[in-house]
């Protein structure tokens, strides 16, 4: 057990929906990231949160937003959902000392119909 | 650009050594690591290494760094059917800094 949960762990829904996944670090760990992991494109950084501020941003398209809340958990929202977003959504966080590990948790599947 | 690449699939005997290979095309990147992903979960951590060191041994893991051609290895020893996995190779410019990851190595341990 990672320390970092995710939910839902799974989740179907149609296109054009908006979808939120949900996410808590582990415990004091003030970095969070979103990675989304799919057959085609692999795992692709899709942004990263410290302390509530937005730090770093990759591949993550308009349609697509997060946020981390004070109490440091993050939301990542998917709108306007297409065929192509189903994919594997992962968490992460680190800690603020150490080797820089992410600790992942075990990921949302999110299936468009 | 950052690019990370490895081979998509290995098939090693149980007990054999196995080497999985990863190359990297960001010169600057700093910390290099490797994760394994079990069915149905995240990635955990296995190893890492910072750029500066050529080798780093870990019980049964040998990381092989070579920076001038911007190769990354992973050697497992003694390898075991638990072993089998997906290994992902990732970079990083900075510590707790976004990291950038390979396509995922699938290593099959046959008995």
């Known amino acids: 057990d990672s320390g970092v949960t995710q939910t839902p762990k799974h989740l179907i829904t149609a296109t054009g929906q908006r979808v939120t996944l949900r996410c808590s670090p582990r415990s004091g760990d003030l970095s969070v990231y979103w990675y989304q992991q799919s057959l085609d494109q692999g795992l692709q950084f899709l942004i990263q949160?410290?302390?509530?501020?937005?730090?770093a941003k990759g591949n993550i398209l308009e349609r697509f937003s997060a946020q981390q809340f004070p109490d440091l958990h993050s939301e990542l929202n998917l709108s306007s959902l297409e065929l192509g977003d189903s994919a594997l959504y992962f968490c992460a966080s680190s800690e603020d000392f150490g080797t820089g590990e992410l600790f992942f948790g075990e990921g949302s599947r999110l299936t468009v119909l | 650009g950052e690019d990370v690449e490895q081979s998509l699939f290995l098939s090693v005997r149980e007990g054999d050594s196995s080497v999985i290979n990863c190359t990297y095309t960001?010169?600057?990147?700093?910390?290099l690591y490797w994760y394994k992903q079990e069915p149905g979960a995240g990635l955990q951590l296995l190893t890492y290494?910072?750029?500066?060191?050529d080798m780093k041994q870990d019980q049964r893991l040998t990381v092989l760094l070579n920076k001038k051609d911007k190769h990354l290895s992973l050697r497992i020893a003694d390898t075991q059917t638990g072993d089998s996995a997906i290994y992902f190779c990732?970079?990083?410019?900075?510590?707790?800094?976004?990291?950038?990851f390979g396509q995922g190595t699938e290593l099959s341990v046959k008995p």
């Open positions: 949160y410290y302390n509530g501020e937005e730090r």
């Open positions: 990732a970079e990083s410019k900075a510590l707790r800094g976004k990291l950038i």
């Open positions: 290494i910072f750029s500066n060191m």
């Open positions: 960001d010169s600057s990147s700093t910390y």
